[in-house]
């Protein structure tokens, strides 16, 4: 995939920029860099002492996203992503998708239809992801919106050392959003329900996600500008690992808070300010660690 990914790429954009002079209307692109810190990108028995830490770098990753509008209801979409750390190399990876959207207004409900395939370059194996997600939505008059979600995702590693964790993953979710200050802020609740069911049924899970969320729109240095607060518990079972288990995972909690601020330059170009805290807890001291990761990015649209 390496030598595959950069023709891909520019295969996609010589697209775009010939396509645009005939249907510039139909036509969108998306490209980001983002320069992060994280001080937990490895986390184990390090080999020269045998005790566990934590080893921190710094990364350099950039998105294209190229999309065409066929109508009011469908698009489809090509986006590539490559991330290079600065020392932990071995941590680098690069992923290529392509997805197709599907939107309907049926009486007072939002339905959509969403697929993607995508190939992730890892150090040892590529993984690919096929995935399809059935919306239901539903607006009310008073400023609350409803989301109803269905995700079933196909795992498949391209080695065979790695087949093991192969998996079909089903997720059910439902969002609350409650719209106020004249659309200019909100407060959301969701909450998911998962089952992976991977080839080594130690590796089977089941998965309880609930979240809030708030967010405020405003004019800064006047710039469009908001705020986001969100923070999540989830709480992972492994149905089928005994309980004493000192080999395999039997649970594997996470407590996460992010924060960002956004800020739109222009209609073009856009800057973020990203903090990322991730606080998990296992029956395994090398799955029990916190995180902490940095990050700004550039983005730019057209």
Known sequence: MDNKLPRIASTCLMLFITSTHSHAANWSLLAEMLVSNDDAVNYGYLLDNRNLSSESDS??????NVEYQWNDQF???FEFSDEQYQDLNQYDSQYYSLSLDWTETIGDFDVS??????????????LTLDMASPNLSYFFSNGIFLNLHHTLIDKSFSSPEFNYLSAK????????????????????????????????????????????????????????????????????????VSVRSNKYRTFEDRDRIKIY??????????????YDRKDRDSNLADYAYDNN????RVQYQH
């Open 59 to 64: 990364a350099l990753s950039y998105l294209v």
């Open 261 to 274: 601020f956004d800020t739109r330059l222009s209609p073009q170009w856009a800057l973020r300010l990203s």
């Open 113 to 126: 239809l969403y697929g993607s395939h995508i190939d992730i370059a890892l150090d040892n194996t590529d």
């Open 75 to 77: 698009s489809t979409a």
């Open 169 to 240: 993953n089903s997720t059910t979710g439902l969002s609350t959003y409650y719209f106020f200050s004249n659309s200019t802020a909100f407060i959301s609740i969701s909450y998911t329900d998962s089952n992976e069911n991977a080839e080594d049924n130690n590796y089977d899970y089941r998965q309880k996600t609930t979240g809030i969320a708030t967010q405020k729109s405003f004019s800064f240095l006047g710039k469009k500008s908001k705020i986001n607060l969100s923070y999540a518990i989830r709480e992972r079972d492994y149905t089928k």
């Open 293 to 296: 990761l940095y990050s700004f």
